[in-house]
């Protein structure tokens, strides 16, 4: 799958590096960030945010011309629909790889358990002895 670069991604939707930036650092969309400090935007998670540049001047003309031909209205819903597809999938990932974590995790405190209940004594064969009845005044007797 491919990814975009700031510059990219400012091109793809018609808004500045700098407004994709602050979405970045506010946590309204996630990037992850290169070697280099650039980062690697995902489109779906783009267009989660920021709708495409195509869906932004398709609104844009229709407004312009005063009403949305049957055409014009079907390729703009196109264009949205695409976009929340490639946010939902973003979120299916999202979701899948934490429960891939949440499975792992899982698999591995199950292994140490395993590991530990093997290190416990064997019980033995003997019934356990019952505790030894007190005196209520036990207490004066050992001072």
Same mark, same amino acid.
């Given at each position: 799958?491919? +990814? *975009?670069?700031? $510059?990219?991604?400012? #091109?793809?939707?018609?808004?500045?590096?700098? +407004?994709?930036?602050?979405?970045?650092?506010?946590?309204?969309?996630?990037?992850? $960030? +290169?070697?280099?400090?650039?980062?690697?935007?995902?489109? =779906?998670?783009?267009?989660?945010?920021?709708?495409?540049?195509?869906?932004?001047?398709?609104?844009?003309?229709?407004?312009?011309?005063?009403?949305?031909?049957?055409?014009?209205?079907?390729?703009?819903?196109?264009?949205?629909?695409?976009?929340?597809?490639? =946010?939902? #999938? =973003?979120?299916?990932?999202?979701?899948?790889? *934490?429960?891939?974590?949440?499975?792992?995790?899982?698999?591995?405190?199950?292994?140490?358990?395993?590991? *530990?209940?093997?290190? *416990?004594?064997?019980?033995?064969?003997?019934? =356990?002895?019952?505790?030894?009845?007190?005196?209520?005044?036990?207490?004066?007797?050992?001072?």
């Amino acid at each position: 799958m491919t +990814t *975009l670069s700031l $510059r990219e991604a400012a #091109e793809a939707t018609g808004v500045s590096k700098s +407004t994709i930036f602050r979405a970045i650092k506010s946590g309204k969309m996630s990037a992850p $960030r +290169t070697e280099d400090g650039g980062f690697l935007i995902d489109p =779906a998670e783009l267009f989660r945010v920021y709708p495409p540049k195509e869906q932004k001047d398709a609104q844009r003309d229709a407004e312009r011309s005063g009403g949305q031909s049957a055409t014009s209205r079907n390729d703009s819903e196109t264009i949205e629909l695409k976009a929340k597809m490639a =946010a939902m #999938e =973003a979120e299916l990932r999202s979701v899948q790889r *934490l429960l891939d974590e949440v499975h792992h995790s899982r698999d591995d405190w199950r292994e140490q358990a395993t590991r *530990l209940t093997a290190l *416990l004594p064997k019980p033995e064969d003997k019934p =356990a002895e019952a505790p030894k009845s007190r005196s209520w005044f036990g207490w004066r007797r050992a001072s």
